[in-house]
């Protein structure tokens, strides 16, 4: 018997549960409104709160970014220190090398200690380097220049978008100069037949898509920390976010780069075409390199239009198998109007509860899930939508859930799952890995690590993008700690290669997985990546001591 579904009311939200009561109040469940239990963004005492709860120094800003603005990092051990690095044999900047900076950018070139300190850190407060130079370019040419100088002097250079990375990818090791892409961030081009955007490395993603909006286009990527993130951090550590699921990844959305190598030389793939069959598609190689091969400046983009009809359910599912159904359901009920299928397990949400007083919009339970469509055609998109949650809850596959339909209150379940990095940061260190495993086998790491860990962590938690085979696992402690470390290292590495997974399935290797690639790649892989990087970069002054270990493992 095909399942009733009736609007109930908790709290201040709408739901629905299953009822055997007549088909017809399901029309009303996809029309509903929802009340606002978990405002957003954070109301000014709210913020307040959320300030003296974070770390000390950090605060996380709303609009759905992940942008921290760092003000003490005392207590921030330094990073060739923690993990015992040895400085390679760069040259130091000099007062001669300040000189042909400040001519080059006047304005432009920062070496007050108080103003490096939030370039230096990371925003997870985990990596910290001593630069005491830090650039800002506007141009393409002035990249390139500086490029040259430094590699005739032998100076090190750590590229940084918006800072936002997770694995010590963006920040120094040492004292490398700190190049900032942030005030490179005009929009080149956009033509609106083909949905081709050409802009500066620069631009926020955000802003990006704020600018694409006028224009009834979206940027094919979402993350949460889009507010604060740059294109071409995106590209160069190739992202991949909470749209993956619809619009692929940026490896066929990028059609085409401007990149300026070690040696000063530029070089202009900035294509804007659809198909160019003619040689080596070399901005693949640039696309996920974290800047260790050349600085990306300029990126040539496909963009989607902009879906006429878009809803979101936060679902509350009993099991985590009963969450792999509901997506298998998923793709063959609601088909080319799906966009996104996240997870979350029951100790995330208490997290958010916890740390940032958000509020759960349905019943507890083990794990929820939160769908997205997108599509062009408002009605046909609900008989979809209607007929898939009819359907998952007559085989009990969902036992509650709520929908939006409304851009605010979309928001509102978004942040449930895109707030759960600041909620982790409130609860302790944070030790975090970015996992690519295939879908059965995605919730057993969490399980086991657990197990492994017992009391010794305070939290272990796992989310992500279910349909993309991506586990967000994350472990919290009080405090860092080289024997808990030890014990999760390497053996979630081992874990995931024993089930053919990647170590890092969207953030990259950064400093900090470095010296673990060999779990996802075979020696001649790594010594053919090692034999480009000496090619392009001879003299290794582009972000030293990250991605490739010194010699194959």
């Known amino acids: 018997?095909?399942?009733?579904?009736?609007?109930?009311?908790?709290?201040?939200?709408?739901?629905?549960?299953?009822?055997?009561?007549?088909?017809?109040?399901?029309?009303?469940?996809?029309?509903?409104?929802?009340?606002?239990?978990?405002?957003?963004?954070?109301?000014?005492?709210?913020?307040?709160?959320?300030?003296?709860?974070?770390?000390?120094?950090i605060y996380h800003m709303p609009?759905?970014?992940?942008?921290?603005?760092p003000l003490c990092f005392q207590e921030v051990m330094l990073t060739s220190e923690r993990y015992e690095v040895q400085r390679l044999p760069f040259a130091h900047v000099s007062n001669q090398d300040l000189s042909f900076f400040q001519?080059?950018?006047?304005?432009?070139?920062?070496?007050?200690?108080?103003?490096?300190?939030?370039?230096n850190v990371d925003w997870l407060r985990t990596v910290r380097g001593c630069s005491k130079v830090l650039l800002k370019p506007q141009t393409t040419v002035e990249v390139s220049e500086v490029l040259r100088y430094c590699n005739e002097r032998n100076l090190a250079v750590n590229p940084q978008g918006g800072n936002t990375g997770l694995v010590g990818g963006s920040v120094p090791?040492?004292?490398?100069?700190?190049?900032?892409?942030?005030?490179?961030?005009?929009?080149?081009?956009?033509?609106?037949?083909?949905?081709?955007?050409?802009?500066?490395?620069g631009c926020i993603l955000e802003n990006l898509n704020q600018y694409l909006d006028q224009q009834d286009f979206i940027m094919p990527l979402d993350l949460a920390a889009k507010g604060s993130c740059h294109i071409g951090g995106n590209v160069a550590t190739n992202a991949g976010g909470l749209r993956l699921l619809r619009y692929g990844s940026l490896r066929g959305t990028v059609l085409g780069l401007e990149v300026?190598?070690?040696?000063?030389?530029?070089?202009?793939?900035?294509?804007?075409?659809?198909?160019?069959?003619?040689?080596?598609?070399?901005?693949?190689?640039?696309?996920?390199?974290?800047?260790?091969?050349?600085?990306?400046?300029a990126v040539s983009i496909l963009c989607p239009r902009k879906p006429k009809a878009v809803n979101l359910a936060f679902l509350a599912c009993p099991s985590f198998s009963q969450v792999l159904r509901t997506f298998t359901t998923c793709k063959g009920l609601l088909g080319e109007i799906l966009s996104a299928y996240e997870f979350m397990d029951h100790e995330c949400m208490e997290l958010v509860k916890r740390h940032l007083k958000l509020v759960n919009p349905v019943a507890e339970s083990p794990f929820?899930?939160?769908?997205?469509?997108?599509?062009?055609?408002?009605?046909?998109?609900?008989?979809?939508?209607?007929?898939?949650?009819?359907?998952?809850?007559?085989?009990?596959?969902?036992?509650?859930?709520?929908?939006?339909?409304?851009?605010?209150?979309?928001?509102?379940?978004?942040?449930?799952?895109?707030?759960?990095?600041?909620?982790?940061?409130?609860?302790?260190?944070?030790?975090?890995?970015?996992?690519?495993?295939p879908v059965e086998n995605l919730y057993d790491l969490v399980t086991d690590m657990r197990a492994r860990l017992g009391r010794s962590a305070r939290s272990v938690v796992g989310y992500g993008h279910l349909g993309d085979g991506n586990l967000h696992l994350n472990i919290t402690t009080e405090s860092y700690s080289d024997s808990l470390l030890e014990t999760i290292e390497p053996y979630v590495y081992e874990w995931t290669s024993q089930y053919c997974g990647s170590i890092s399935a969207e953030h990259g290797l950064g400093f900090k997985k470095k010296h673990y690639i060999h779990y996802s790649k075979p020696q001649e892989a790594v010594l053919l990546m090692q034999q480009f990087k000496a090619?392009?970069?001879?003299?290794?002054?582009?972000?030293?001591?990250?991605?490739?270990p010194v010699k194959a493992e």
């Not at 908790?10 to 007549?22: A, D, E, G, N, Q």
């Not at 929802?34 to 307040?48: D, L, Q, R």
């Not at 001519?103 to 370039?119: Q, S, W």
């Open 1 to 57: 018997m095909a399942a009733s579904i009736v609007l109930r009311r908790c709290r201040v939200w709408h739901h629905w549960t299953p009822s055997k009561l007549h088909t017809g109040y399901l029309r009303e469940v996809f029309n509903m409104q929802m009340g606002s239990a978990a405002t957003y963004p954070p109301k000014k005492e709210e913020a307040e709160l959320l300030k003296r709860q974070l770390p000390r120094g």
């Open 368 to 437: 929820y899930v939160l769908i997205e469509t997108s599509g062009s055609n408002s009605a046909h998109d609900e008989e979809k939508l209607s007929h898939f949650l009819e359907h998952v809850m007559a085989t009990n596959l969902v036992a509650d859930g709520t929908l939006a339909s409304e851009d605010k209150k979309i928001k509102t379940l978004w942040a449930l799952r895109e707030r759960i990095t600041e909620a982790l940061i409130s609860d302790g260190y944070v030790y975090k890995y970015d996992i690519s495993l």
């Open 260 to 297: 300026v190598l070690a040696d000063g030389s530029v070089l202009n793939c900035l294509a804007s075409l659809r198909k160019d069959n003619t040689g080596y598609d070399l901005k693949q190689l640039f696309i996920g390199s974290e800047g260790t091969l050349g600085i990306v400046t």
């Open 535 to 548: 090619m392009l970069d001879p003299k290794g002054i582009l972000n030293p001591y990250k991605t490739l």
């Open 103 to 119: 001519r080059l950018m006047p304005g432009r070139v920062i070496t007050n200690a108080d103003e490096l300190k939030p370039f």
């Open 63 to 69: 609009k759905r970014t992940m942008h921290a603005t």
């Open 173 to 201: 090791v040492f004292d490398e100069i700190i190049l900032s892409t942030a005030l490179m961030n005009q929009v080149i081009s956009f033509d609106s037949v083909s949905g081709i955007l050409v802009c500066q490395a």
